[in-house]
């Protein structure tokens, strides 16, 4: 077996072992494809406030500016699809990747391990771990490594698995075996596109962030505008709708990540616990959590705005 693909093989067994649902490789090279798509969705204000989607344009599309002299983009995916949902159904709703520890640490400490363990196995090679903090197109190299393909709702979508889990990479300078994209299996359906409660996704394929649930009950600083009263589906903290109509994601199976399992009072809540919620309950409910993200005042005012 020549070195390349036996460094390949060696790290997909890592990964696995580390819990990774899968990994996938690609060469570290301009993402031509990607260029002009990104140039247009953010020329038509579809970032809404999200500004830092605005900055080092040319490190998004270009590992190589990330990392000098990188050769390889390691994707990877890790499952978050969880065992058990929130009790009261008339409780507002958090998005199911935010029910445990925040994905950030959990997804970090894994990938320095994996690094530690190429540099053991393998050698000297550099390299930089990813996780959705970075200027880094995830979606897109996940694609281009033969993980999924990116669906009409705009996330990655896999047969076997469906869409519940986190993107994240390894960018290195060591030569790999390059895996090759994966057809598009969205067909004629449209399920997501005729779910999402505010039409965010506006062409398929093509969601205006500025639309979005997740972007209003997350990133949005200011009030959430008016107009969009009633349309939030008591989502109170990002949304899951057009992952959930999607009917790829009926082969979606709980993870077995211990620290993606929420607190129990969580799902115990109800919608008057929410509509009465204390920063302290916050502070104990969500620590180390990535709620945190919209603080207690952020999530106090999507509780109010999902009222009557």
Sequence with gaps: MNPVTKHTQLIKTEAKRLGFLSC?????????????????????????????????????????????????????????????????PKAPKISKYAYGTDYHFVIKDKLKQLLAYIQEEIGEVHGRAFVDSAPVLDKAWAAKSGLGWIGKNSNLLTQQVGSFYFIAELIVDLDLDYDAPVTD???????????????????????????????????????????????????????????????????SKPHNEPLFNPKPELL????????????????????????????FSGLRRNIEFLKP
């Design 24 to 88: 996938g490789v690609s060469k570290a090279e301009f993402l031509e494809q990607e260029a002009p798509r990104l140039e247009k969705w953010l020329h038509q204000n579809m970032h809404g406030e999200m500004q830092y989607m605005e900055n080092h344009f040319d490190k998004r599309l270009d590992p190589t500016k990330l990392v000098e002299g990188s050769k390889s983009v390691i994707s990877l995916l890790l499952n978050y699809f969880p065992s058990a949902k929130q009790n009261d």
């Design 185 to 251: 299996h969205c067909g004629t359906c449209t399920a997501c596109i005729d779910a999402c409660p505010t039409q965010a996704i506006v062409d398929p394929y093509v969601v205006d962030g500025s639309k979005c649930i997740s972007y209003f009950t997350i990133e949005l600083k200011d009030e959430i505008p008016n107009s969009y009263k009633d349309k939030f589906d008591n989502w109170m903290f990002g949304c899951d709708v057009c992952q959930d109509v999607c009917p790829w994601n009926r082969f």
């Design 268 to 295: 115990e809540m109800t919608k008057k616990d929410w509509e009465e919620i204390t920063q302290e309950v916050f502070s104990k409910v969500f620590q180390k959590s990535a709620v945190k993200r919209t603080k």
